[in-house]
């Protein structure tokens, strides 16, 4: 980081910066120049409070030099990490496209669904047992038996399962039957959470909050990989903005910006985002265009039935044309579809 110090500053201000740069276990390097006084401070300044030297006389202001976020940052690591999942690659120039409906319902309903998104080319199945509702009058997901029929779904197809854990009580149980851990937007700095799926093993998929920053999002992402747990998969699902036509707005430009500045693989949910089955389609098919990892889309064999998002689901039909449209864009942009 570096402290500027006001024009006019006395020996006296700067002499006590110094000091306190010191005593907290940094290396004061002081640049004169002809108006101010500049200090570079030596060492891992995110263990810093930059707000301890703003409070001091003679200080102007602290300008950090390090990215905030460390083991999730591209400085620390150069190569696009690869999230394996069974046979499933997440990253690393491959597009995973991991498809289902929003809520699991029944046996019968997610295993429809998870056979026809197999046969169009999904490799992960996605269904939330645990659902967080706006309303607590909503479907709230069938929970433990959920999550039994999501464990079905993967042994009838082969498909890995991707789905929410909302508790850290639940973090056990959900990990004995899923192979990616969903960590929802509304959840996203729930920070027992993040610090429990970070103790476990399985891939964690962390969604972006309604009204969080790509940087909050990775240093969600931090808490997770400084627990232990190097498999981090982090998605884009919209953000809430003054648009209504839209239940969220996409950032798109997440995709690049993440993958500039992480090495960690960005999907983008291009259902949540829209909230409009009409507009799923278009926003896929840029998701490739961006070069993201993937996307996580919703799909249901009935959605004029559906408990939860029904508007926003795919046919199974729809999700095979929007299979069949995305190939030649992965094409184009050079990445490989993931296969399960
Ligand atoms: C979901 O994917 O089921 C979900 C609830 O998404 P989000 O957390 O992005 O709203
Ligand atoms: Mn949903």
Redesign the pocket.
Known sequence: MIIVMRPGATPKELGAVLRQVEAEGFRPHVSRGEETTVIGVIGDERKLQGAVFETLPGVERVIPVLKPFKLASRDFRKKDTVVRVGPVRVGGGTFTVMAGP?AVESPAQTLECARRVRRAGAAVL?G?AY??RTSPYSFQGLGKKGLEILSRARRATGLPVVT?VMAVEDVGLVAAHADIL?V???NMQNFNLLDAVGRQEKPVLL?RGLSSTIEELLLCAEYILSRGNPNVILCE?GIRTFERYTRNTLDLSAAPVIKKLSHLPVLI?PS?AAGVREYVPPLAKAAAAVGADGI?VEVHPHPEKALCDGQESLTPDEFDRLMAEIKPILKAVGLELSKC
Request: one cysteine or more; glycine letters at 14%; hydrophobic letters at 15%.
């Open positions: 929003c996605r939330g659902k967080p929410e969903q929802g937007a509304r969604k699902r949910d949540h996580i």
